[in-house]
């Protein structure tokens, strides 16, 4: 392929480029090399690699003439002809390294390439007329590495959504930046726009054209670049056919009792409230058809009535989340992004006789996931649970149902551990007072005990015991709080009445069903269970 005379490559001119290329480089730096000697080659076509912000990367093949016109259509846009001086911050083994290395190369770009980073503005000490970041290369820049960017000629963002604290700090330095829109099949960006507002649209650039099928999902056609027209997957409001906004992707939209949320909306309004990685999806719900669960990812415990406090203020009455689930890892792309938890379909054994209850904990569970009782499977005995702790009775139950009918199943079991009482009562919360398990006589003891102690703090706590292919797993749910003086509200059961968790002004026997449900320890264990279901 042709490449223009005034094309350098750190120095290098083009006439020196096919024997320059022939060398030894490091590692960082090779997928460049790599790319530039199939370039010259006299094939039509070449590999390309998606970098994955959408899904893990593919790899397929395009022409050159495209890439050649996509490079022209970026040139025509941004002014940047022969002689722009350019900066490649971005790994050359992915689709939007390989352009910028197509531009330099066919434009007769000056092209300066350093070692892909997460601060690549910390590595050069000049402007360039053109250069392409991620988000996140831009996210911790210092005041001077801000004035130095504002003054580069024109600045592409792409890759990834753009946080609004990242957008207001870039707008109040710089007004060279834009917002990319493009995918893996137009090879770069078709459409961009300013980043200093979202009120901004997206602008097709010259020789595209924009429409959108019966849901709304932006259609692509740009004939030099693909031969057919392109339908994304992405819901757009099209002001004309070359203007439109982004709303969110297609399958992202959750119906949630009749009312469309887009999940990436919701969480890009979140983003003040939470420093850690978080995830906005839904589960089968028996009235709501989908219902909003927002997951995050944490080792500690998470505030959720202080955070549902503050999501309420900060979201619309639908996009409250209905449920949180707080998981140790959520699951990622090979390019780091979190990944879509994906229902599976499959049925599993819930050790209890009460069919009441296998009901409740399916709902709890999604609808892709169908729970038998014992009855179902002909156990009508009563399974031991003699166990010290909970989680023995958990695991005594599970084993059981596998050892004599060899099926995945799982067990809980639930107490309330008091602190001042040492953790009592515990394993024996049912029957604390006696075998009849009278709940109003366990109560008048545990007051009984704690009369005079400061000290109230306490937990529920409830530990399931899954078995799968022989394998025990372990999912234990928390709530902590406080144990009342005396009895406040009249819904619930068990301890509830005297039950303040942390947060909270109210016991669960005061609280909703729903407000509970959030918070729950049993919910908590559950959703902790069903994440593992549709991830493993």
């Known amino acids: 392929m042709r490449i223009h005379p005034r094309f350098s490559y750190n120095g290098i001119s083009a006439q020196e480029i096919t024997s320059f290329i022939q060398g030894t480089f490091p590692e960082w730096e090779r997928p460049a090399i790599l790319f530039m000697r199939d370039w010259l080659n006299t094939e039509e076509t070449i590999e390309v690699q998606t970098s994955g912000s959408s899904g893990d990367p593919t790899v397929w093949q395009t022409t050159k003439s495209a890439m050649e016109a996509s490079a022209s259509m970026t040139a025509n846009v941004f002014r940047c002809h022969s002689g722009t001086s350019a900066l490649l911050a971005l790994p050359a083994g992915y689709i939007a390294g390989k352009m910028m290395l197509v531009r330099a190369m066919t434009l007769g770009w000056s092209l300066t390439s350093i070692m892909p980073n997460a601060q690549p503005l910390s590595m050069v000490n000049q402007p360039f007329d053109f250069a392409a970041f991620t988000p996140m290369q831009l996210a911790t820049l210092n005041n001077e590495q801000l004035k130095m960017l504002s003054q580069f000629g024109s600045v592409i963002l792409g890759g990834a959504a753009v946080p609004d604290a990242l957008r207001e700090r870039l707008a109040s330095y710089c007004d060279n930046v834009f917002e990319t829109y493009g995918m893996a099949e137009t090879l770069s960006h078709i459409a961009v726009r300013k980043l200093s507002s979202e009120r901004i649209p ?88 989908r219902r909003l669960v927002l997951y995050i990812e944490s080792e500690s415990p998470i505030d959720e009535m202080k955070l549902m406090e503050r999501m309420s203020t900060a979201l619309e009455r639908y996009e409250v989340p209905k449920q949180i689930i707080v998981v140790q890892t959520l699951e990622r792309t090979s390019s780091g992004k979190i990944k879509q938890i994906k229902e599976k379909n499959m049925e599993l054994v819930f050790a209890s006789a009460n069919e009441n209850k296998v009901l409740e904990v399916e709902h709890k569970l999604g609808g892709d996931i169908r729970l038998k009782s014992l009855r179902a499977i002909g156990c009508n005995e009563d399974i031991p649970e003699t166990g010290d702790t909970l989680e023995e009775n958990a695991r005594m ?140």
């Open 397 to 536: 139950k599970a084993r059981y149902v596998w050892d004599n009918y060899k099926v995945d199943c799982f067990a809980d079991d639930t107490g309330l551990e008091v602190d001042a009482l040492d953790g009592a009562p515990g394993v024996y919360s049912a029957r604390y007072a006696g075998p009849q398990r009278n709940s109003e006589h366990n109560m008048d003891l545990l007051l009984t005990n704690l009369h005079g102690k400061s000290n109230r703090t306490a937990q529920f706590r409830t530990v399931i015991c899954l078995i799968s292919g022989g394998e025990e797993f372990l999912f234990e749910g928390v709530v902590r709080g406080e144990i009342m003086e005396q009895r406040r509200g009249t819904d619930g059961f068990g301890y509830d009445p005297v039950f303040r968790p942390e947060g909270a002004n109210e016991t669960f026997a005061e609280m909703t069903m729903d407000m509970k449900n959030t918070i729950s320890h049993r919910g908590r264990a559950i959703a902790l269970l069903s994440h593992f279901l549709k991830n493993k």
């Open 202 to 289: 997206f602008v097709a650039l010259e020789g595209v054209q924009l429409s959108v099928d019966a849901e709304q999902r932006l259609q692509i056609s740009a004939p030099h670049i693909h031969p057919e027209i392109l339908q994304t997957q992405d819901v757009v409001q099209l002001l004309s056919p070359s203007e439109f906004y982004y709303k969110g992707r297609h399958d992202r939209v959750i119906n949630s009792g009749g009312i469309k949320l887009f999940a990436e909306v919701i969480e890009k309004k979140l983003e003040p409230f939470l420093d850690r990685p978080y995830h906005v999806n839904s589960l089968p719900d028996n009235i709501l058809g």
